[in-house]
C-alpha cells in the first residue's frame, strides 16, 4: 500500500488588485433603536427615574426613553416609558424577557397567547412583574394621573444575536413550559431555600416580606426573585438606617432601583479609589453597575431603611448556584467579589461617617467596623 506525500507548499491567494471594501456587521439593537425613533440615554445613575426626561414612542403607546451604560457591551437595557390617564400601549409580543417596576401610577396589564384567552391583573404603584417570554400583552392607565414603569430587558443580546426584527416582534412559538393562561403565575408564589421566591407578580416590592443575609453585612434582608422562569434575575435587599453593605463585584447590568431609603452608592475599579464615584439616590432613584469587575457598595444615610429592587442578568444555568453565591459572599482574598469590613480602603467609612454628620446621624456599624465613631447598631442578620 503505498501513501501520496502530503502537499508541503501553502496556497497563498493572489493580492487583490482593486480596493475592497471593509467586512461591517450591522449593529442589529442599535439599528432597531434608531427605526423606533426612541430616545437614547447613555448613563448609569439617576436620581429619580420620575423625573428622566422621555420623547415619543409610538410602540408603548405613550412617551419613554432607552437606557444604556456607556459600555458596547449589553447584556441589557432598561425602557422607562409613561402612559397618559386613560392611555394604553400598544398590543406587542417579543423574544425578549421583561421585568416591569412601576413608578407610579395605576393600571392593569391584559396578556394572551394567540387562540387562547386573556388574563388580566392591576398594578399599583411598587408591583414588580414579568411579561412571560412572547406572550402577547397591553398596558393600561387606569387612574387621573400618568402611570410610569421601568422595565429591564434583554433585547440587546438577543436582538444582536437573531438580526431580524420579525423573529424578535412576530414569532408565533408559544412557551408553553414558561407560561400557561388561566393558571396562578401572577397570584402568590412559592418559596425555596436560599430566600428564592418563585412568583410572575409581586403585589408592593417596597413592604414585601424580606429574609436574613447575614454574609452581606450590617442587619442587611433580602428576597431572591424567580419570575416567569426567565434567565433574567431580580432580587430585593434592604439593609438598616445608619449602615452600609458589604463591597462586591460582578459582571455589569445590573439596574438597582430604589424603593425606599436616601443615601448614596461608590462604583469604583481601581484600589486606590482613584476613579471612584458616588452616585447619590432617593425613592425611585437608580444605579446601573456599568462594567466587569466594577466594585459597588451601598449606604443609607437617610432616616428610614434603605432597599432596593435589582434587576439583573442572569447565568442561564451555566453557574451552578454555589459558584453565584460564591462570588457575592466570598471575600476577595478568598477568590470571591466581596470586600470585607475589615479589608475596605479607609476612606469608605470616613466618607459615609462625613455624611451622616452632615445630617446630624449617628452611624450605626460599630460592630462591624473597628474605626466606627458610632454606636452599635446591628449585630446579626435579624437586628434591623
Request: proline share 7%.
Amino acid at each position: 500500500m503505498t501513501t501520496e506525500p502530503l502537499p508541503t507548499d501553502m496556497k497563498i491567494a493572489e493580492a487583490p488588485t482593486e480596493p475592497l471594501d471593509d467586512f461591517v456587521i450591522a449593529d442589529a439593537y442599535r439599528d432597531w433603536q434608531a427605526r423606533e425613533g426612541v430616545k437614547v440615554i447613555e448613563d448609569f445613575a439617576f436620581g429619580d427615574l420620575g423625573a428622566v426626561e422621555l420623547g415619543p414612542w409610538a410602540r408603548k403607546g405613550g412617551m419613554g426613553a432607552v437606557i444604556n451604560v456607556p459600555n458596547d457591551y449589553l447584556p441589557n437595557d432598561a425602557h422607562v416609558v409613561e402612559i397618559a390617564p386613560g392611555g394604553q400601549s400598544e398590543p406587542e409580543r417579543h423574544m425578549y424577557e421583561e421585568n416591569v417596576y412601576i413608578l407610579s401610577g395605576r393600571g392593569a396589564t391584559r396578556i394572551w397567547l394567540d387562540g387562547q384567552s386573556a388574563e388580566s391583573f392591576e398594578w399599583t404603584a411598587g408591583s414588580f412583574f414579568s411579561i412571560p417570554l412572547n406572550a402577547w400583552y397591553q398596558h393600561f392607565n387606569v387612574g387621573a394621573e400618568p402611570a410610569r414603569y421601568v422595565a429591564v430587558t434583554d433585547a440587546p443580546p438577543v436582538m444582536r444575536r437573531a438580526r431580524d426584527d420579525d423573529f424578535v416582534f412576530n414569532n408565533p412559538f408559544q412557551f408553553a413550559s414558561r407560561y400557561r393562561p388561566g393558571g396562578s403565575q401572577f397570584a402568590g408564589g412559592k418559596l425555596y431555600n436560599r430566600r428564592v421566591w418563585e412568583t410572575n407578580f409581586v403585589p408592593n416590592a417596597p413592604d414585601m416580606a424580606l429574609y436574613g443575609w447575614k454574609a452581606r453585612g450590617a442587619g442587611g434582608i433580602n428576597v431572591m426573585l424567580e419570575m416567569a422562569k426567565n434567565s433574567q434575575k431580580a432580587h430585593i435587599s434592604e439593609f438598616p438606617i445608619g449602615t452600609y453593605k458589604k463591597a462586591h463585584r460582578h459582571g455589569p447590568g445590573a439596574h438597582l432601583v430604589v424603593l425606599s431609603g436616601v443615601g448614596f452608592s461608590l462604583l469604583w475599579t481601581k484600589d486606590d479609589l482613584s476613579d471612584l464615584r458616588r452616585c447619590d439616590w432617593k425613592k425611585n432613584g437608580m444605579v446601573i453597575i456599568p462594567s466587569d469587575g466594577c466594585f459597588h457598595q451601598h449606604f443609607n444615610t437617610g432616616t428610614t431603611r434603605a432597599r432596593y429592587l435589582a434587576m439583573r442578568p442572569g447565568t442561564a444555568g451555566f453557574l451552578p448556584p454555589t459558584g453565584r453565591a460564591a462570588m457575592i459572599e466570598t471575600s476577595t482574598k478568598d477568590g470571591g467579589g466581596q470586600i470585607e469590613y475589615a479589608d475596605e480602603h479607609p476612606r469608605i467609612h470616613e466618607l459615609f461617617e462625613a455624611e451622616l454628620a452632615r445630617h446630624g446621624a449617628p452611624c450605626r456599624m460599630k460592630a462591624f467596623v473597628s474605626c466606627c465613631n458610632g454606636e452599635v447598631g446591628p449585630t446579626s442578620e435579624r437586628d434591623t
